[in-house]
């Protein structure tokens, strides 16, 4: 990443470093920041580096908010294909429409480009648990590139998301919490949780990476785009399709895929960004109502009439604004489908294409074939369709019973930024024991330790500390008093039996309990060493065993 990448408030103007959990302007406070990147400089080195790189989401990574890419936590996102449909064109009388496929993500929806930035950007700031609210798509991602990263994922679920969808959230390892309730009042439990316990949120359009994500589609559309039709001709080098058409919820796609056209145009690689078509789905559509009235605000829909959960977003909040700007500005238009259309779209998709898509993205197929009746489409223009996903249901079976947690919404909880309730608090806590055990992770080996982090966090609910190295874990003994400490035995300079030696002839430290865990066989000297010192000895690679988790669970208590 360049060295000049700031965070510029939308409100103020001010510019401030990026720090993920305290994102809020210094100057005015507003939630409202962008990145900011020095567009002269990457004006001139892009071009000469991007033909070299694989076609992926990494590929644009100088405008991602991140040092470097990660290659460890990679699974393969963006660098989707660019699809032409062209029996949907021949019947609709368009020789240009295509289909950006998103399905071909790890997860199978562009959720994933959110999930893997943002991971990334926990994993450099060191952060190791995060929350996020969801109609089912994006905890799927995070709770995907969460178990690859070794990071805990809270992932609150509006009732109303399909148990499919919870299930394949809770695979990963994913805490799945259920709210009996909208997906707005789920956003604001998910919300006050992160609150309380001070953890990163993705809060959808106000978090940075979330938003910078959605721009790599902008990238990777006007590239292929001009791959297959040429440049434009105009001293340009990029193309931008006439129309970028998206099924839309809380519509954060556009937002990207905007501050993207703005990039690729101050960099002078494109003239101008896209026309949109916003599509929602009839039963949840508060950006058309407000479009359609020609207000700059909408209004929430309180309770969502839709089958298609995906798009369930009440509120759009200031992104409806931003994005009623923006196609004030640039052109588009914003229009609603009735779920029985959606659904007569995914059939003429998948017989006619040979794509099946989720009925959220067949909302957005409908919606072209409803504006190019309308003639808002022109037979003439270039089409690209965000074929945001599609995805794989798990079985009911594979899990076991305990993989969803449930909160009840008290009936008078007030809406929006209020304060929480009492009731809403006391739903929280009992989320989470207030007593939740501290175990001590040692080992000099960083894979090791996210490896057992990742097997106490599917276990349940831990504070996990750290140590790199025997001094470093005695330091941590005195300070932290851990309730259990996992101690791999084989370490350079102060190794795991000075450390036992050292924390048992301490009186402060001699009752922390101790699982040993070493590589290699134990010489009958070493066994004598450790001998009445340790609760439990384990080889390497058993980690994974009931029994462990049985004993850590007992010594616990
Ligand atoms: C998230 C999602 C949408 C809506 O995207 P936004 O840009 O957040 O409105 C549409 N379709 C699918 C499949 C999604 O996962
Ligand atoms: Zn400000």
Redesign the pocket.
């Known amino acids: 990443m360049p060295t000049e990448f700031m965070t510029e408030c939308l409100d103020c103007g001010h510019r401030q470093p990026f720090a993920p959990l305290n994102t809020r302007c210094e100057k005015c406070g507003s939630e409202w920041m962008r990145a900011h990147y020095d567009y002269d400089a990457l004006a001139t080195t892009l071009p000469a580096v991007l033909p070299s790189r694989p076609f992926d989401l990494w590929r644009y990574h100088e405008l991602l908010p991140v040092k470097a890419p990660r290659p460890e936590i990679s699974m393969g996102e963006g660098g989707t294909p660019l699809l032409h449909l062209k029996r949907l064109g021949m019947m609709l009388k368009m020789p240009h429409i295509y289909f950006k496929d998103e399905r071909q993500n790890p997860t199978s929806?562009?959720?994933d480009r959110q999930a893997a930035v943002t991971i990334a950007v926990l994993k450099e700031a060191g952060l190791t648990e995060m929350v996020v609210a969801s109609?089912g798509?994006?905890a799927i991602a995070y709770a995907a590139y969460a178990a690859r990263a070794g990071i805990k994922l809270w992932a609150f679920v509006t009732s109303l998301v399909p148990s499919e969808k919870m299930r394949e959230i809770a695979i990963y390892g994913a805490q799945v919490i259920k709210v009996g309730g909208t997906y707005d009042e789920t956003k604001r439990v998910a919300a006050e949780f992160a609150r309380q316990r001070n953890l990163y949120l993705d809060k959808g359009a106000r978090s940075l990476p979330t938003v910078e994500a959605m721009k790599t589609l902008a990238f990777e559309i006007s590239e292929q785009i001009t791959e297959r039709l040429g440049a434009p001709g105009t001293g340009f080098p990029w193309r931008t399709p006439d129309w970028f058409v998206?099924?839309?919820?809380?519509?954060?796609?556009?937002l990207g895929v905007y501050r993207g056209y703005e990039e690729l145009h101050k960099m002078g690689f494109v003239t101008r960004p896209p026309k949109m078509a916003l599509v929602q789905s009839a039963g949840c559509a508060p950006m058309v109502h407000a479009w359609q009235q020609n207000r700059r605000e909408a209004e929430p829909v309180r309770l969502p009439r839709t089958h298609i959960a995906?798009?369930a977003?009440g509120d759009p909040g200031r992104v409806y604004t931003l994005l009623y700007d923006a196609l004030k500005t640039h052109g588009g238009v914003m229009t609603d489908i009735s779920d029985e259309d959606a659904f007569r779209a995914m059939h003429i998709l998948a017989k006619m294409e040979g794509l099946s898509v989720?009925p959220?993205?067949a909302v957005a197929v409908a919606g072209v074939i409803q504006l190019v009746r309308e003639g808002v489409i022109r037979p003439s223009e270039v089409v690209v369709i965000n074929g945001?996903?599609h995805t794989m249901p798990i079985e009911s079976h594979i899990l076991g019973k305990r993989w969803v947690r449930s909160v009840t919404l008290p009936q008078t909880e007030p809406r929006q930024d209020a304060p929480p309730t009492e009731g809403l608090k006391a739903a929280l806590d009992t989320l989470v024991s207030r007593e939740v055990p501290h175990i001590a992770i040692v080992d000099d080996h960083e894979p090791a330790r996210i490896l057992l982090r990742r097997v106490l966090q599917s276990l349940g609910e831990f504070t996990i500390s750290e140590a790199g190295n025997g001094t470093e874990a005695i330091a941590l003994a005195r300070e932290e008093h851990p309730d259990l400490i996992l101690l791999d035995l084989m370490m350079p300079e102060t190794d795991g039996f000075q450390v036992i030696e050292t924390l048992r002839a301490d009186a402060t430290t001699r009752d922390i309990p101790i699982i040993a865990v070493t590589a290699k066989a134990l010489t009958p000297e070493e066994k004598r060493r450790l001998s009445g010192q340790i609760e439990k000895l384990l080889q390497k690679g058993e980690f994974l065993t009931d029994e462990l988790l049985d004993e850590i669970r007992a010594l616990l208590g």
């Open positions: 929806s562009f959720k109609t798509n994006v998206q099924a839309v919820s809380g519509a954060l796609g556009p995906t798009l977003t989720e959220a993205t945001t996903g």
